[in-house]
């Protein structure tokens, strides 16, 4: 049995989800297993993961339903309930983790804590130049070779590419970035999260991811920064899927917990 679950996010992004599945072959902590939460996409990607699948020694599920909108969140709780570990890490498609990326959530976990890590977004000019062996070689997380290939060379944003675990503590303490669950890059324990019923279904693009962490802290789980030291790069594209209204319903959704202080949604897991 693996000891931790990667829960991976995709949507009819079959380049972007090769590449992230083979940065997790790069990964130096092996024993983990990969949910891949598929929320509607064609036979095209359900093909190239079971190419993967033969070709990998990884261990991967595919959880898919049928496309009817964005409806990650649901998507989501049914990954939970297919992961076969009590500790899940959440990602997205299009996030190439670093090879430390696993083993970084595995040493900071913690009883009552989830993590919250960050991601290093790229432009489409830079995103387009990534290869697989950039990432089999781990060239595409040094600064110089990403700013040879279009990377803005004069920004505050550019200490999160300095590996040094003692820096990256220090960046983790200084940020005054909240440490919210974010979706590209966050983990907890399967029973805190179990505990509050998952993600909430009525949610869509906006502030979902968030709204789950929110729920945690009022159960009484604290969150633990860990944005310089869990490391993932963003790759570049288009959210054709956004409406105002979808972040208009999530903000009423969020404003409620706040002023609540709810702990458990009923549109969640357990109906």
């Not at 945690?216 to 604290?222: A, D, H, T, W």
């Amino acid at each position: 049995m693996p000891s931790v679950s990667i829960i991976i996010s995709t949507y009819n992004s079959e380049n972007y989800l090769k590449k992230v599945l083979l940065s997790y072959e790069q990964q130096t902590f092996k024993d983990f297993e990969i949910i891949i939460a598929d929320d509607g996409s064609t036979e095209d990607t359900r093909k190239l993961i079971n190419s993967f699948i033969l070709k990998s020694s990884l261990k991967i599920i595919h959880v898919w339903h049928i496309d009817n909108g964005f409806r990650k969140t649901i998507i989501l709780n049914k990954a939970i309930l297919a992961s076969t570990t009590n500790y899940l890490i959440f990602t997205d498609g299009d996030c190439i983790a670093r090879n430390d990326f696993v083993q970084t959530h595995i040493n900071f976990r913690e009883k009552d804590f989830f993590l919250s890590g960050g991601y290093f977004k790229l432009s489409e000019k830079v995103s387009s130049q990534i290869k697989n062996n950039n990432i089999i070689e781990q060239t595409c997380f040094n600064l110089n070779w990403l700013i040879k290939k279009g990377l803005k060379p004069f920004s505050i944003k550019n200490l999160k590419l300095i590996k040094n675990k003692k820096f990256a503590k220090f960046l983790n303490l200084l940020t005054p970035t909240k440490a919210s669950w974010n979706g590209h890059n966050s983990s907890g324990w399967k029973q805190d999260i179990l505990r509050v019923n998952g993600f909430d279904e009525r949610m869509q693009y906006g502030g979902e991811d968030r709204e789950l962490g929110e729920r945690l802290y009022n159960s009484g789980i604290k969150s633990k920064q860990i944005r310089y030291s869990a490391f993932c790069l963003h790759l570049y594209h288009t959210r054709g899927y956004i409406k105002p209204e979808m972040k208009l319903i999530n903000r009423k959704i969020r404003d409620s917990v706040k002023k609540n202080k709810t702990t458990y949604t009923s549109q969640g897991i357990k109906k």
